[in-house]
Nanobody, 122 residues
């Protein structure tokens, strides 16, 4: 069973950048699709981005397309989310998740990290 730990969140001004990391422990990391989700106060958790085990297929939510980039380093068991041109509406707790298939639905991911807070000030 894989365990996930996010890092890299923080406070940034609008227009700034942050890079989130999600370190996975356990075996078979390359067999997992990895997803990033976020949840703002009072809102439901929403899909941000996902990547297949090989990195050959990537998905983005329309709201982050062109600003966010997902990648993974299978040798280090880590998935990244580079976030550029951040907006106040990007403020949320960001979660990484592992699943068997790449998809945008949260129910398809079986393992979740604890989350990292991203706050974008205007």
């Amino acid at each position: 069973q894989v365990q996930l730990a996010e890092s890299g969140g923080g406070l940034v001004q609008a227009g700034g950048s942050l890079r989130l990391s999600c370190a996975a422990s356990g075996r078979r990391f390359t067999t997992y699709a990895m997803g990033w989700f976020r949840q703002a106060p009072g809102k439901e958790r929403e899909f941000v981005s996902a990547i297949t085990g090989s990195g050959g297929r990537i998905m983005y939510a329309d709201s982050v397309k062109g600003r966010y980039t997902i990648s993974r380093d299978n040798a280090k068991g880590t998935v990244f989310l580079q976030m550029n041109s951040l907006k106040p509406e990007d403020t949320a707790v960001y979660y990484c998740a592992a699943g068997l298939l790449i998809q945008s639905g949260a129910s398809g991911y079986h393992t979740w990290g604890q989350g990292t807070q991203v706050t974008v000030s205007s």
